[in-house]
């Protein structure tokens, strides 16, 4: 049974840096499409950025330009390097795998436990 283990998350200030990772254990990460997601509180989860088997980035439009999504293949474990935060960044941040991109957000096969992000202004 493959595992994802989250860890990086924290407390900043407005305009802060956080980098996240998610260590994939059981299997390859590079043969799935893998992403980061957030869920605030009362809010849907969202899909922050995606990278796939192929190395295409996608990333929603709240974080362009801010948040970079990578990938360690000898570690097997995918990084989101987050910039410049806001207080609207805040949220549970979850790493998901999956065969394909192309899935709504609840559709994903693989989630890890989550880590929290707390942008304080």
């Known amino acids: 049974q493959g595992q994802l283990v989250e860890s990086g998350g924290g407390s900043v200030q407005a305009g802060g840096s956080l980098r996240l990772s998610c260590a994939a254990s059981?299997?390859?990460?590079?043969?799935?499409?893998m992403g980061w997601f957030r869920q605030a509180p009362g809010k849907e989860r969202e899909g922050v950025a995606t990278?796939?088997?192929?190395?295409?980035?996608y990333y929603a439009d709240s974080v362009k330009g801010r948040f970079t999504i990578s990938r360690d293949n000898a570690k097997n474990t995918l990084y989101l390097q987050m910039n410049s935060l806001k207080p609207e960044d805040t949220a549970m941040y979850y790493c998901?795998?999956?065969?394909?991109?192309?899935?709504?957000?609840?559709?994903?096969?693989?989630w890890g436990q989550g880590t929290q992000v707390t942008v304080s202004s």
């Open positions: 990278l796939n088997k192929g190395g295409s980035r």
């Open positions: 998901a795998a999956d065969n394909t991109c192309l899935k709504s957000v609840t559709r994903w096969n693989y």
């Open positions: 059981g299997y390859t990460a590079s043969r799935y499409c």
